[in-house]
Every structure is written in structure tokens, then in C-alpha cells.
């Protein structure tokens, strides 16, 4: 276990880097009901990491996986990714960046239900119009424990099938980094388990760099490494954390 | 509950608006309609009265038996010498004598006319002007050789007092000096038609009365009622006259307009009536999608207690209010519309007499209630839907609606619906001795049924035909493409509903196509068979009559080797008013008859002063062989016995001859002032310009005379068909237009059902083209749906029709399918703009968190 104090992450390491934030904020509305939700924040990611950013809700936790992902655009600040500005793209460019190196795992899995399983992982490529690689979709619906399941739609499948879809979906465009939010936080305890389990065998088997926004400390103790927000700034830093470390600051952050 | 349903309704602006504006446009066209008609008969009605004003009592000639209305044929004149005992009789304070008909103006040698309107001539006595139908605006009342023509015309043609005009109407064209300008009563213009006025000697010379009169106008006495007067004139009437007073004179003759009007009102409505029965298949479907995206506030509604009572009641109270505010919407865009209509008319040259809009009671009433019973009837199985929203969906996410008791038994239901249909269509068509409205109720309920047996059947055919119709988007449209595909066939219910809307639209324009279609082909086919070869002459509206003048004279034509001129006119046959006809024995070589019993061309030779030939289904009905007698009564009373000839088999499109035919002069002995329809005329060498030029020459007397070849002859003759095919697509169009809003509303409702869905989609890579193509897609794929469906019974209802109607073959317009499936796809393309851009627009972040 190692808490430090300071906060900031690897500043030193852009080379192999994934992402790499600059002093972002963002404040939404305007005069005196403008809220602050991200006020100065520092990150980079490194290519096979898995990060979790936890924080209690309002921290900005959310809006700072948005605008990393590209998503929603900081009010100042920049953000790299995969060595490209992104923060200034339009809508076209942004959109085939999150084609070409974003993935997403959602909350409410987001699957279409009018395609099967096989369908809905493969339809990243689809939509870039690109053809999809047999051995590797095949290969990633066996390690997500999908193989017998590829022609069920979404309504045929459980709650954590689903999410399975999800993730071997955001993996399928072998994304430079993927983005997961809350993934557990509409799973059953055991099942939510198994969905953190996959993440983790992803970056491991496939050095998937990987960030989380979570506020299970159970999920996040699989991360590398855990940043933790509070009122729009990185607060607190942990690396190999097991799960009562980041109980333990979260209580001393919400006390 | 009510007030739930309405602040819904007020939440949801955007959905209620698209839904209201199917209804919205029926209603305006029923309205429009009724403002129209309603405004027209008004200002009809005040013109009659108006060249009325100054006469107590008319006498007209009365026809032998009530005329048909169809054939051209007027009333006969009476002999002029019952003017002075009129004059003499004491109650009388003053009396006029007049004629009248068509007179075609000329200039440069070519008729005037605008559009079809009617050329009419009058004559007019400059000393008695009260008495005259026409008021002189501008100049004096003509003299010998002299007219005045109405100022509309005058205007239109830049016509100047003292200039030279011609003037023709049953006999060779006159010259003329114009003295004057007039208006016909009070009216400027009578909706395009051409008004000439003459003094007494020289109308009769133009329209061949000499010594005749078709009316005279009696002015009583001081003291004296019209009544009265028409009583004492009564006892001096000779045979075949008539005398009416004078506001029964103006009634009558506003009799024939008011029957058109009445005609074309109830020819407007039923079109705003498609319109309407497209609207509640528009109204019926958004409901249903509304209600299935408010399954949880409808189950949090049951979770605190409503019944479902309270909730089915909520869903119908909501189709009332927008039933209510879209008909009183519809009735305003109604008045526009019937201003625009005026509009319209007038700008092609057809000016309608106009003394202000009048919207009557009644139009509101009507326009109210079939507005809102239309949507509320739309809404009963939506609100039928909702009841069955289980409290406990307040606790799903996404949960959805159980299927109805009556679930299973749809299919067969649905089939047994278009079964039905079908059967009361072919129960109308072909069986006997149903009278008109039968027919027409028992074909009108039975197409109603059956389009909505088949909207409710093509729930279970869109997924393949989504399927199929998808199949170029998969292959071209990429992800994009076959997600759209998906999508349409996702809720096969919803999909098959926004298409039948359009279905019935294009179902319509087809059958009407094909019927067109079989109208043209049997026609050209019957000119074909009957007709040998030369040149036709008609008049130059093509139906009005031409003098036989001008058939003699283009007889005259050096190379002519037969002519054969047929007049045609009602007759009284057997107790029945059958249309006549009369030809010469040129028509030996001019015609290909198919007689039966041995019967030969040389009929036409023999047919002398009482030789006849009649169709075969004459003969049939009255028991007719040859040898049979038959006698001929025309309106002038006087009659011809006749024996038959020959009997003939027409042609599927029929042939210039009516039911009876007899020869000219035969004809001419018993009917007033002759005249023909068309003179066939066949020259030496067939068909070459320099025979066309020769008869166009000895036709430079006639401008009203047309020399066609067959070709131009067909052409023209079913001209008139493709006006009356216009108009009728454009009302149809209207039906289409609700379709469309349809499709947008459904797609719209399908982009807040899948906001989500589309964040996801944007999320993982979609750019906001892709969407845009998707929602597109999809849009085109369900238009298609309906316009295959639709073109495909299209087909099927023209093809019974055409088996059903005797003087229609089938014929497949297959260039108007191909351009009524280019339609369909447009009709998708125009009602994805808009919620196609809804979509692109959508902000992923606010999608992916919208619930």
C-alpha cells in the first residue's frame, strides 16, 4: 500500500501514455449559479493501466470521464489522446476518435435489442464499416464465457450476460483506451464480481488501458491505481489499494 | 384524471401538434369544401335572381320528355308569332322575345374560350333593358351586326368598342362590330365562360331561329302578381311551351349549376373523408406508441389507486380535446383553404362568381363533429391498450405492455376483416338490382374494411417485407442501412400502422390510375377496331357540337371519298330517355362495325327515312331482331317509326352511336336545328399532310371546326380524362400529405422511445450522418411498406373494377407504379428531415442519461 500525498499522477511518462489531461475544469451555468465540477486537474494514463476514479457524488468524477472520453468539452484545459488534441475537434473527428480508440462499458449496458449477442459486439466495426476479425471476436466472446450464447438477443440473456456483451463490445475495436462507467451499478453483488474479474483479465491479457468511474470500493480495488475527487480536484492517490484502503479514505473524504 | 390527461397533452406539445394535423387537414378540406360550394350556389343564386329582376313570367319550349342533361340536347324553340298574343294579353305591361345558345367568339380566326368554360350567346332588345338577362357596363346595346360581349373577356382579350370580331354558333361565322360591354346580371364573370349579346333579328340568323324563340319575359301590369300573370298566359300556351313566373324561372336555372355544385360538394367531402379515415390510422398509432412510452406513468397512476376506468377515460378524454382543437383548427385553415381554391380557379382561367365567403352553421357543426368523433373513435383501442399497464410496470425498467386478451385471435380476425371487405366490394359490383346507393355503400364499407383488415394483416408481414425492402440498405447503406432495417422490423405493429396510412393513399391514386388506364387502352382499342382510317373534325373543346355547315363544307373537299357525320341528341325510346344518334351512308366506308344476325355495312345505305341499327344490349333489353319496329320521339314532340336494320356489337370502349341509331335526314325532319358531334371523313390516299391541308382549308369558314387524324383524335377525345386524373391525384395527395405527417410522428415518437439507444450509438463511433441515414432509412423502408402494399391492392381493386365495368379493360399503368413507388420513397425521404436532424442533434452525454 502506498498513499501519498501528492497527488498529481506520472507527469514524467507522456511517451507510452494513453491520456493525458492539463489543468481541466469545467463549470457549468453561468453568474452565481455556476458550479465548478472539475477545477484543475492533472492525469495521465499509462497504456495498460487500469485506473479508478472514485469520489462521493457531485465530486465531478463523471464529468471527468466524459471529457477525457470526449464526450463533453472542459472549460479549459486540454486532453490527449493516443497523441491527438481533442478537445478542439468537431463533432465528425471526435466521433471517428471514439470510434477509432475509445471504448465504453456502460451502466445499463446500452445493447440494441434487436440484434444478438455476436451482432452487438461486432457493431463498433460495423458502424466504422470496417469487417470484423473472426478469430478475435471468437476468441473474446470465449473469454467473456459468451460462446454458447452468440445468437441470443439481449432479452434472452441475464443482467451480467449482458454486461458481458458490453465489455467484449468496447474491446472488439481493440480501443487505445476504454472507458467503463459504474459497469457493476446495476448488478447483483456476485455477478457485478464477475464483471470486475473480466475487466481486470482484460487488462491483463490484453494490456486493455482501462478507466473506471466507480463508487464501489470493491471495484475499485482491482484497479492499479485509484484517484480519488472531491469538490472538482484529484484529492488523494492509491496504488495496488485493497479494498479497506479505499474505504478507509473514502470515509475520511466524506467525514 | 382529466386534468392529467390534458397537462400530458400540454407537456407533450410537439407529439399533440403532429397528431392533431391529420385531423387538422381533413377537416379543412371539408370545410373548404363546403365554403366553396356553399359560396358559389350563393353567388349563382343572386345572378339568376339578378337577370331575373325585371320579369314577372317566362315562356320557355318544353321538351316532349325530361331531358337527360347528357346528350347537348336543349329544349325546342316555339314559332315567334305567340310574342304579339303575349303582348296582348291585358295584364301584360310589356314583353320580349329571345334566343340563345352556344356562340363561340373569333379572333384571328381562332375561337376564344378559357378552359372548358361554356361560350354562350344571347340575343337582348336595347329598348327593354330591364328585361334583359345581360347589364350594360360600358357603350350601347347592338344594333344589326353589332354585339356586346362581357367585360371579363373583354378585358382578357383587349377587345375595344367598334372593333370587328366573329361570331359563330349554328350556322357559318358572322362579322360583327362590338357596341358594348356587359356583365351577366350583376356578375362580372361566370367562372371563365364567354357571354355575347345580340339584337333579336341577328341572334336568330347566328343560332339558325329564324322565326323562333326559345323564351320570351312577360312584365305585368302594375297590381298585378306574377302568379296571376303566369295564369293568364298559360291559357294562350301553344304545345311544347311552358310558362313559369319569374322567380321560378331564376330557380331553374340555377337548378343545372346547383345539381353540379351539389355533385361536386359531395365529391369534395368524400375525398376530405379519405383524408380523415388516413388521419385516425395517424391518430390511432401515435396514441399507441404515446401510451406505450408512458407505460410507467400510466403504472404509476394504477399504483396510486386510479382505475382502469380512470385510465382508459384519461386516453379518451385526451383524443377529445385533440379532436376539439384540431377541427376548430381545421375549420379556420378550411376558410384559407376555400380562398386559396378561389384563387386558384381563377388563376387558371376559370373565374369563379364570387359575392364572399359563406360559411354556414352547418359546415361548422359538421366539420366539428366528424372531427372529433373521428379522432375519439381512433383513440378507443389505444385507451383499450393502456387499461391493460399493470401497476407493478411503475417498478420496471422498460417493461412492456401484455399482450390483450384478443391477441391470438388477430391474424384471423384481420383476415376475416379484408374477407369481408372483399366480399361486400364484389357483393356491390356484381350483383343485380342493388340501385346506386347500394352499389355505392355496399363498394364504399366494403374498401373501408378492407383497408383496415389489411392495415391490421400487414402487422404480420413487415418483418419479410421489411426484410426484402431493407435489402438495398444493408448492401449499400452500411451499418447505418441494416440497423435501419432492424429497426423496422423491431415493432412490426408500429411499422405496419405508419405504412398503412400511406397504403390507403397510394391504393387509391393507383386504382384510379389503373382505371384511367383501362379507359385509354379500350378507348384507343375501340377507335382502332371501329374506325378505318382519315381525318375526324369535332369542335374544339372536342365535345362541344359543330354546325353541319361545316361537315358539308368538308365534304366538299376535293379527294374526299366518304364522310360520315353523326348527330347525336336524346330521344324518347320505349318510355325511356336513351341517347340517338344519326349518320349518313358514308359511314359504310368509313366504319368497321361488328354486326350480328348476318348484318352488313350496307345498313348504313339502307337506312332511309325509317331505318334504324341498335347496340346489342338495346336489342337484348327490348327483345329487338331484325324487322322489329321501334318508335323515336324528339324533344320537339314530332316522332319517327322505325324497323330494325342491324343490331352491332360496340367495342369494349364503346362508339360514337348511341343505343339507337337512324339517318341523317331522318333525323333532321324531327329535330330542331341539327347539328354533329364528329364528321369521320375518309380522302383518296389515306392519311397525308397535303389531305389535312385540304380539309383544314375548306374548313377556314369554321374556326371552331378541329381536323384531327385518329391519332390526335384519341388523344384529344380522352384529354379530358387526364384533367379529370389530375385533379383527382392532387385530392389524393392530400391523404398522402397525412400519411407523411404520420411517418414523422411515428419517427419522431421512435427518436424519444430510442434517445438512449441513439446516445449509445454516437458514443461508440456513430457519427451524427450515420443517424441521420439510419432514421432516414428507416423512413423510406416503412413508406415503401405502405406504397408496395398499397399499389399492390391498388391493383387488385382496379382489376375488379375493370372486370366489373363494361367499357374498361384492364390495362396495368405501369409507368405511374413505377412513378407512385418513386412517390412512396420521397413521401420517406421528406418525413425523415425533420426528425432525422432531432436525432443528429441529440447530445451524447444527455442522451446516454435520458430514461
Not at chain 2, 365 to 375: H, K, R, S
Not at chain 2, 600 to 622: E, I, Q
Amino acid at each position: 500500500m502506498a498513499v501519498r500525498d501528492q497527488p498529481q499522477g506520472d507527469i514524467g511518462a507522456p511517451a507510452n501514455g494513453a491520456v493525458e489531461a492539463r489543468n481541466l475544469t469545467r463549470r457549468y451555468g453561468e453568474g452565481e449559479t455556476a458550479v465548478d465540477a472539475l477545477r484543475g486537474i492533472d492525469l495521465d494514463v499509462r497504456s495498460g493501466e487500469l485506473v479508478a476514479v472514485m469520489g462521493p457524488s457531485g465530486s465531478g468524477k463523471s464529468t471527468l470521464m466524459h471529457i477525457l472520453a470526449g464526450l463533453d468539452k472542459p472549460t479549459s484545459g486540454t486532453v490527449e489522446i493516443a497523441g491527438t488534441e481533442i478537445t478542439g475537434l468537431d463533432d465528425t473527428k471526435l466521433t471517428r476518435l471514439r470510434r477509432e480508440h475509445i471504448g465504453f462499458v456502460f451502466q445499463f449496458f446500452n445493447l440494441l435489442p434487436m440484434l444478438d449477442a455476436e451482432e452487438n459486439v461486432v457493431l463498433p466495426l460495423a458502424i466504422a464499416g470496417e469487417k470484423p476479425d473472426k478469430s478475435w471476436v471468437d476468441s473474446l466472446l470465449g473469454q467473456m464465457g459468451l460462446a454458447d450464447r452468440r445468437k441470443h438477443r439481449p432479452s434472452e440473456l441475464s443482467g451480467g450476460q449482458q454486461q458481458r456483451v458490453a465489455i467484449a463490445r468496447s474491446l472488439v475495436t481493440r480501443p487505445t483506451i476504454l472507458f467503463a462507467d459504474e459497469p457493476t451499478g446495476n448488478l447483483d453483488s456476485k455477478t457485478g464480481g464477475e464483471i470486475l474479474e473480466l475487466l481486470r483479465a482484460s487488462v491483463d491479457a490484453y494490456g486493455q488501458t482501462t478507466v473506471m468511474v466507480t463508487h464501489e470500493a470493491r471495484a475499485a480495488a482491482i484497479a492499479d491505481r485509484i484517484l480519488f475527487l472531491e469538490d472538482g480536484l484529484i484529492v488523494k492517490e492509491l496504488r495496488d489499494a485493497s479494498q479497506q484502503d479505499v474505504l478507509a479514505v473514502m470515509n475520511s473524504l466524506t467525514a | 384524471m382529466i386534468s392529467v390527461a390534458l397537462r400530458g397533452m400540454a407537456r407533450r406539445k410537439l407529439r399533440t401538434a403532429l397528431t392533431a394535423i391529420a385531423i387538422v387537414l381533413g377537416v379543412a378540406l371539408i370545410t373548404g369544401t363546403y365554403v366553396l360550394t356553399d359560396s358559389i350556389k350563393g353567388a349563382f343564386g343572386g345572378i339568376f335572381t339578378q337577370v331575373y329582376r325585371g320579369t314577372d313570367a317566362t315562356v320557355t319550349g318544353k321538351s316532349a320528355f325530361d331531358l337527360s342533361g347528357q346528350n347537348n340536347t336543349t329544349a325546342p324553340p316555339f314559332a315567334q308569332s305567340l310574342l304579339p298574343k303575349i303582348r296582348g294579353l291585358p295584364d301584360v305591361a310589356d314583353a320580349v322575345g329571345g334566343v340563345g345558345g352556344n356562340a363561340h367568339l373569333i379572333l384571328q380566326g381562332k375561337v376564344v374560350h378559357f378552359g372548358g368554360a361554356p361560350n354562350l350567346g344571347f340575343s337582348v332588345d336595347p329598348k327593354r333593358p330591364e328585361l334583359n338577362a345581360l347589364t350594360l357596363v360600358s357603350g350601347k346595346w347592338p344594333g344589326a351586326n353589332q354585339l356586346v360581349i362581357d367585360q371579363a373577356t373583354g378585358r382578357k382579350k383587349d377587345l375595344h368598342i367598334g372593333q370587328l370580331i366573329g361570331v359563330q354558333a349554328n350556322g357559318p361565322t358572322l362579322r360583327m362590330t362590338i357596341s358594348g360591354f356587359v356583365h351577366f346580371g350583376g356578375a362580372a364573370s361566370l367562372g371563365g365562360a364567354t357571354l355575347s349579346g345580340f339584337d333579336l333579328p341577328t341572334a336568330q340568323r347566328l343560332f339558325q331561329r329564324i322565326g323562333k324563340l326559345d323564351q320570351i319575359r312577360a312584365k305585368a301590369k302594375a297590381g298585378v302578381t306574377p302568379a296571376k300573370l303566369a295564369a293568364e298566359i298559360r291559357g294562350i300556351l301553344p304545345p311544347h311551351t311552358q310558362v313559369r313566373t319569374g322567380q321560378a324561372q331564376a330557380k331553374s336555372d340555377a337548378k343545372d349549376t346547383e345539381s353540379f355544385l351539389n355533385f361536386l360538394q359531395d365529391f369534395l367531402l368524400a375525398f376530405g373523408g379519405i383524408a380523415l379515415f388516413v388521419g385516425s390510422f395517424v391518430i390511432a398509432n401515435s396514441l399507441s406508441i404515446t401510451i406505450a412510452q408512458r407505460t410507467r406513468e400510466l403504472a404509476t397512476l394504477r399504483t396510486l389507486g386510479a382505475t382502469r376506468r380512470q385510465v382508459r377515460r384519461s386516453i379518451v378524454w385526451e383524443g377529445l380535446a385533440i379532436g376539439a382543437i384540431a377541427s376548430v383548427a381545421g375549420i379556420g385553415v378550411g376558410l384559407g383553404l376555400g380562398v386559396g381554391l378561389f384563387k386558384l380557379f381563377d388563376a387558371v382561367g376559370f373565374t369563379l362568381p364570387n359575392n364572399g365567403l359563406v360559411l354556414h352553421t352547418r359546415t361548422v357543426i359538421v366539420a366539428l363533429i366528424v372531427g372529433i368523433l373521428v379522432t375519439v373513435l381512433a383513440s378507443l383501442r389505444p385507451a383499450f391498450r393502456a387499461t391493460r399497464v399493470p401497476p407493478i410496470a411503475a417498478a420496471r425498467e422498460g417493461s412492456e405492455l401484455p399482450p390483450g386478451r384478443f391477441a391470438k385471435y388477430r391474424p384471423i380476425g384481420s383476415a376475416l376483416l379484408t374477407a369481408i371487405g372483399f366480399a361486400l366490394l364484389i357483393y356491390g359490383l356484381f350483383a343485380h338490382g342493388l340501385g346506386t346507393k347500394g352499389v355505392l355503400l355496399s363498394m364504399g364499407v366494403g374498401t373501408l374494411l378492407i383497408f383496415l383488415g389489411v392495415a391490421l394483416l400487414a402487422a404480420r408481414f413487415a418483418r419479410p417485407l421489411a426484410w426484402v425492402l431493407g435489402a438495398p440498405a444493408t448492401r449499400f447503406g452500411g451499418a447505418a442501412g441494416s440497423l435501419a432495417r432492424d429497426n423496422a422490423r423491431r415493432n412490426p405493429q408500429r411499422t405496419a400502422s405508419t405504412a398503412s396510412a400511406l397504403m390507403i393513399g397510394l391504393a387509391l391514386v393507383t386504382l384510379v390510375s389503373v382505371m384511367a388506364a383501362g379507359i385509354t387502352k379500350s378507348f384507343r382499342g375501340a377507335v382502332d377496331d371501329l374506325w378505318v382510317s382519315g381525318y375526324a373534325i369535332t369542335a374544339q373543346n372536342n365535345f362541344d357540337p359543330i354546325p353541319i355547315a361545316a361537315g358539308n363544307a368538308a365534304a366538299r373537299t376535293p379527294g374526299v371519298q366518304a364522310i360520315a357525320n353523326v348527330r347525336g341528341g336524346d330521344a324518347e325510346i320505349f318510355h325511356g330517355v336513351h341517347q340517338a344518334t344519326a349518320v349518313g351512308p358514308g359511314g359504310a366506308q368509313i366504319f368497321n362495325m361488328k354486326w350480328l344476325d348476318g348484318g352488313s355495312s350496307a345498313v348504313f345505305r339502307l337506312l332511309g327515312p325509317h331505318g334504324a341499327f341498335v347496340d346489342d344490349n338495346f336489342a337484348k333489353k327490348h327483345n329487338l331482331t331484325l324487322g322489329s319496329r321501334l318508335t323515336l320521339t324528339a324533344p320537339t314532340g314530332k316522332s319517327v317509326d322505325l324497323h330494325v336494320l342491324g343490331i352491332f356489337k360496340p367495342p369494349t370502349g364503346g362508339s360514337p352511336f348511341g343505343p339507337v341509331t337512324i339517318s341523317d335526314t331522318a333525323w333532321d325532319r324531327i329535330y330542331d336545328t341539327p347539328q354533329n358531334l364528329y364528321s369521320f371523313v375518309r380522302m383518296k390516299g389515306g392519311e397525308s399532310d397535303a389531305a389535312k391541308a385540304a380539309l383544314v382549308r375548306q374548313l377556314k369558314a369554321f374556326p371552331n371546326a378541329k381536323v384531327q387524324t385518329k391519332k390526335e383524335f384519341v388523344d384529344n377525345q380522352i384529354s379530358g380524362l387526364n384533367s379529370i386524373l389530375n385533379v383527382l391525384f392532387v385530392l389524393l395527395a392530400l391523404s398522402v400529405i397525412v400519411s407523411l405527417f404520420g411517418i414523422v410522428n411515428t419517427l419522431v415518437l421512435t427518436v424519444f422511445e430510442r434517445t438512449r439507444e441513439l446516445g449509445m450509438l454516437r458514443a461508440i463511433g456513430m457519427t451524427r450522418r450515420q443517424v441521420r441515414r439510419m432514421i432516414r432509412t428507416e423512413s423510406v423502408i416503412t413508406a415503401l411498406m405502405g406504397g408496395v402494399i398499397g399499389i399492390a391492392l391498388g391493383l387488385v381493386l382496379g382489376g375488379l373494377l375493370a372486370a366489373r365495368i363494361d367499357f374498361i379493360v384492364f390495362a396495368l399503368p405501369w409507368v405511374q407504379v413505377i412513378i407512385f413507388a418513386v412517390a412512396a420513397v420521397v413521401v420517406g425521404l421528406l418525413a425523415a428531415i425533420f426528425p432525422a436532424r432531432r436525432a443528429g442533434k441529440l447530445n451524447v452525454l444527455e442522451a446516454l442519461q435520458y430514461e
